[in-house]
């Protein structure tokens, strides 16, 4: 079953820029999928489109239903999104808090909030940090922890934009572990070209805001990102 599908997408900025033109793609359901490109190529545009977040123009259908404006909030508990900032999405004063935060509002009681929370952090590697102080993690934990804040809502589809960005070797090794063990439909929007090989089940090749090729062949993506001199 395809949840995403996306036709003839389109995002204009007020300055007259394309940041997305004309994009068409769909994603099956449990696929990752690789979204690769140079700064400015529209990555976390789509992403922000996908959510609804901006005012976007074509069709993007999310688990069988057309995203319009009178729906966007109901069709946007399926989709987690992950920031490429931990600091943007983290701002509660302890980890339980941050993460609990999407439960609550979703309308959850006391004890599913607790039992979210919990399976959340365990899900990340981090069962002691309910009452940690968010803002004295180290950039990795805060990765961490922003990804929890989306698990603990048990999307369907998680976006991850630039998800090893800033991290030393070993935190990245270690989230990119982390990411391949999450279940369900995953897309990935990352300049780290041997992880979106090394996790993706197909790769988009994006640059100004247009699609230049969609591979199920992760091995010539390299070759690819060569010939469009990316």
Request: glycine share 6%; hydrophobic share 40%.
């Amino acid at each position: 079953m395809k949840v995403i599908e996306c036709h003839n997408v389109s995002y204009l900025y007020p300055n007259g820029l394309n940041a997305i033109n004309g994009i068409d793609f769909s994603i099956e359901e449990n696929e990752t999928l690789g979204i690769i490109g140079p700064n400015g190529a529209g990555k976390t545009t789509l992403f922000l489109a996908l959510c609804g977040i901006i005012p976007f123009e074509g069709e993007i259908t999310i688990c069988n239903t057309k995203l319009t404006k009178s729906n966007t909030q109901d069709l946007r508990k399926n989709l987690g999104f992950v920031f490429q900032n931990p600091d943007d999405q983290l701002f509660m004063p302890t980890v339980y808090e941050d993460i609990a935060f999407g439960p609550i509002n979703l309308g959850f009681s006391k004890d599913e909030v607790d039992c979210c929370v919990k399976k959340a952090l365990r899900n990340i590697g981090l069962s002691d940090f309910e009452d940690r102080i968010t803002h004295h993690l180290s950039f990795g934990e805060k990765k961490r922890v922003a990804l929890a804040t989306v698990l603990s809502m048990s999307p369907k589809i998680l976006l991850l934009d630039e998800p090893t960005s800033e991290l030393d070797p070993w935190a990245k090794n270690q989230f990119i572990d982390l990411i391949s063990k999450i279940k369900g439909t995953k897309i990935i929007a990352s300049h780290d070209l041997q992880m979106i090989i090394d996790l993706c089940d197909k790769i988009m090749l994006l640059n100004k805001g247009k699609i230049l090729e969609i591979t199920e062949n992760t091995k010539d993506i390299k070759e690819l990102y060569s010939k469009f001199n990316l």
